[in-house]
Nanobody
Framework: QVHLVESGGGLVQAGGSLRLSCAAS????????VAWFRQAPGQEREFVAS????????NYADSVKGRFIISRDNDKNTAYLQMNSLEPEDTAVYYC????????????????????WGQGTQVTVSS
């Protein structure tokens, strides 16, 4: 099982950009589907984006479609979330999640599918 560490969070003004990184501890990262979730205070954790093992298939929440881009570099055992045109509503703790899978398409958008989670990184967007 891999260990995940997120980085790249911070404070940004509305309309700005941030790139989050999710570094995995093992080279078998390429056998894992990866997703980003977020959780705002007092709210449930929600899906943001997911990416298949090879990176060929991605899914996005409607709220971030067209603004966020998920990607991965398996040679570096790292996944990314590029966040553009940030809005105050994007303020949350962002979590990277992973699941070892034989599936190569349609990475899950369900929280329950993923069994490995990072510690989270705070993203705050000021208006």
């Amino acid at each position: 099982q891999v260990h995940l560490v997120e980085s790249g969070g911070g404070l940004v003004q509305a309309g700005g950009s941030l790139r989050l990184s999710c570094a995995a501890s093992r080279r078998i990262f390429s056998t894992y589907a990866v997703a980003w979730f977020r959780q705002a205070p007092g709210q449930e954790r929600e899906f943001v984006a997911s990416i298949s093992r090879s990176g060929g298939w991605t899914n996005y929440a409607d709220s971030v479609k067209g603004r966020f881009i998920i990607s991965r570099d398996n040679d570096k055992n790292t996944a990314y979330l590029q966040m553009n045109s940030l809005e105050p509503e994007d303020t949350a703790v962002y979590y990277c999640a992973a699941k070892r899978t034989i599936l190569t398409v349609d990475p899950s958008v369900q929280t329950a599918f993923y069994d490995t989670w990072g510690q989270g990184t705070q993203v705050t967007v000021s208006s």
